[in-house]
């Protein structure tokens, strides 16, 4: 929700604020929990924290703490009130960052 409000220039006031940091700090602990739940390997439930860290790593941590951290730095850069122009020379050296240009 915070890309939209950076983008679209949204004013981040009232109810609009507050669903902007819960969802920020929902998907933030999400990660801490996601870590620590078991998965089936072979019709048997894993509960080895290490094993359970390791499998969350491999698969969806990258993903997921992308996601998180761009939220929050497009939360920060709503509340600045960050201009257009900075914020479309940082998303487009995040999509070639993506697409691994150089």
């Known amino acids: 929700l915070a890309p939209f409000l950076v983008v679209w220039d949204i004013p981040l006031v009232g109810a609009l604020h507050a ?55 497009s939360l920060f850069l709503a509340q600045q009130g960050t201009n257009l122009t900075t914020l479309r020379m940082v998303r487009l050296l995040r999509i070639l960052r993506i697409l691994n240009v150089r």
């Open 19 to 73: 669903s902007v940091w819960i969802t920020s700090t929902f998907w933030t602990i999400d990660i801490g929990i996601s870590s620590n739940i078991g998965f089936y390997r072979g019709g048997e439930v894993i509960r080895d924290v290490r094993q359970i860290c390791w499998s969350y790593c491999r698969s969806w941590f990258a993903l997921d703490l992308l996601v998180v951290v761009l939220d929050w730095v």
